[in-house]
């Protein structure tokens, strides 16, 4: 079963979220995975040891200019002018491919082969504790990472409970990664920007049919407006799973990239709370989903 | 000389446009004559979520100029028309017929490269 954390604002506190939850269910044989390639930050919490690195690239099209015979087929079926004949020459831009090969398909000459650029790097480690760890680390300057957070992907045991750690947003990197999941975890926060972005995240996961549950995070802030998410959520049909108070001690623990479940009795009883409430929701689930 | 320079409309009198990639039109002009020898429409371009620099570049280069006048050329539009054998003028303001007019007098200088940095839409 795979349960992603996101949101569609930053800073809410998805990795917060998914690292401690995944420390309460250490016992249970828990993979967690960062896709969030841009900045992965799991494994900061989560201290993971032996750690294996390896580098991770996606196909771009190289062209044999003895046998290209000019014809533009390539160019005509590239979606994204990552390859196009110009002045008499077939010019490609690697940066802008998306892997399709549909050039390499069409050429009528073979002319175009399929090489490869490095998108970035696939760590794996696993915790002190027995949680098995897997992020991907982007290229500085790449801008495109959903083959990067396929990859992180791949690994995912289906027989085990995944713990998946999402990109901000609602574009293709955070859509890569909630795709597939059986239970999307939306940390929110009670403002009316944190309710704008939740609100486009819960439309993309309509689309995507995963079922979904909200987390409000500094649920209890002077200026709490909580009641704007409570409405909301009653409108949708989606339950709030855990309220986490504000606290200053938390933002400091977290800020030290300690677990607030090592350090806060009272933060730990709500996450091991939350997790019972999800591994009931993911049993039902479950069970939908076996029934013939 | 056959010149492409990017506008915001049809006429010598039109507003240059800032834009490369994402201009209006391209107007060719000859420098000798002063006359529009050709009008590029561009505006499928305006939306492109990318690419629109190197589409750009192809529409001027299959036109056989020598050289574009523009205000701003990112990385990928630049090295298209530097393949072409484009020379590219960036920087420039005013009305069409200033741009062409103050090209004609040597007052603008070729650009080794681009002015401006690649964008992600």
């Keep these: 079963m795979i349960l992603t954390v996101a949101s569609g604002k930053g800073g809410t506190g998805k990795t917060t979220v998914t690292v401690n939850l995944a420390a309460i269910a250490a016992d249970k044989g828990i993979q967690v995975f960062d896709c969030d390639v841009e900045e992965p ?9 032996n750690i294996t690195s390896r580098e991770i690239g996606t196909m771009v099209p190289v062209v044999d200019k003895d046998r290209c015979s000019l014809c533009g087929e390539c160019e005509k079926i590239c979606q994204f002018s990552a390859i196009a004949l110009i002045a008499g020459r077939i010019m490609t831009f690697p940066d802008m491919c998306h892997s399709c090969q549909g050039c390499v398909m069409v050429c009528p000459e073979d002319a175009i082969i399929s090489g490869s650029r490095v998108l970035g790097t696939l760590k794996t480690g696993t915790t002190p504790g027995g949680v098995d760890l897997t992020w991907g680390e982007l290229r500085i300057g790449e801008a495109m990472s959903p083959p990067l957070i396929k990859q992180v992907k791949k ?7 995944s713990i998946v750690d999402a990109p901000p947003g ?3 990197p955070a ?4 795709r597939d999941s059986d239970l999307a975890l939306l940390v929110s926060e009670p403002t009316p920007f944190g309710l704008n972005d939740l609100a486009l995240t819960v439309e993309v996961l309509k689309k995507l049919n995963v079922p979904m549950g909200i987390v409000i995070n500094r649920a209890d802030t002077e200026d709490t407006q909580t009641g704007l998410l409570d409405e909301y959520a009653h409108r949708e049909g989606i339950d709030i799973m855990q309220r986490f108070p504000f606290s200053r001690e938390a933002a400091m623990i977290c800020s030290r990239g300690e677990m607030l479940v090592d350090k806060m009795p009272e933060m730990k009883a709500l996450f091991q709370e939350l997790y019972g409430k999800i591994a009931l929701k993911l049993d039902t689930i479950k069970n939908r989903e076996d029934r013939p | 000389m056959k010149v492409a320079i990017s506008s915001n409309g049809k006429t010598l ?19 000798d004559t002063m006359e529009i020898k050709e009008v590029k429409e561009n505006i499928q371009n305006i939306n492109l979520p990318q690419g629109a620099g190197i589409q750009a570049g192809k529409t001027v280069a299959d036109c056989g100029v020598e050289a574009v006048i523009t205000g701003n050329c990112g990385p990928k539009a630049f090295n298209v028309l530097q393949a072409a054998g484009i020379k590219v003028v960036t920087g420039v303001q005013g009305s069409i017929r200033q741009a062409v007019e103050k090209f004609k007098q040597d007052a603008l200088q070729f650009s080794n490269g681009p002015n401006v940095q690649g964008h992600w839409a």
């Design chain 1, 175 to 178: 859509i890569e990664t909630l």
């Design chain 1, 41 to 49: 930050n799991s494994h900061i919490f989560l201290k993971p040891e």
């Design chain 1, 155 to 161: 690994r995912i045991d289906p027989l085990k409970l």
């Design chain 2, 13 to 31: 009198d039109s507003e240059l446009d800032p834009r490369f990639g994402r201009a209006n039109y391209f107007l060719i002009v000859d420098t």
């Design chain 1, 170 to 172: 609602t574009s293709c």
